[in-house]
């Protein structure tokens, strides 16, 4: 499913309360959902978002080439925790 609406650079962390909320009713309905945020997101918000995400345990999060690609510490601590835990890359 689209993890979000667009989402600026930095935004308030309250509005990647909605795709939590949207993976939690999924998951109380007995089903799995993988989240894609293709363009949707930046590095800043798709990392706070991937951690929000963590207890719920998606069954993938995806993400463009330009967010798992790492250039800085920051960046490869979330290729990391993608590689290690829930995300793909196409």
Known sequence: MNATEDIGWLDDAAVLDA???RLKIVKNLGLNAGLDFHGRLHRPMAKQLAKALEPYRPLFIEVSQDLYA???RENTDF???CRSQFCKTS
């Open 70 to 72: 790492y250039r800085s």
């Open 19 to 21: 795709t939590v909320e």
């Open 79 to 81: 290729a990391i925790t």
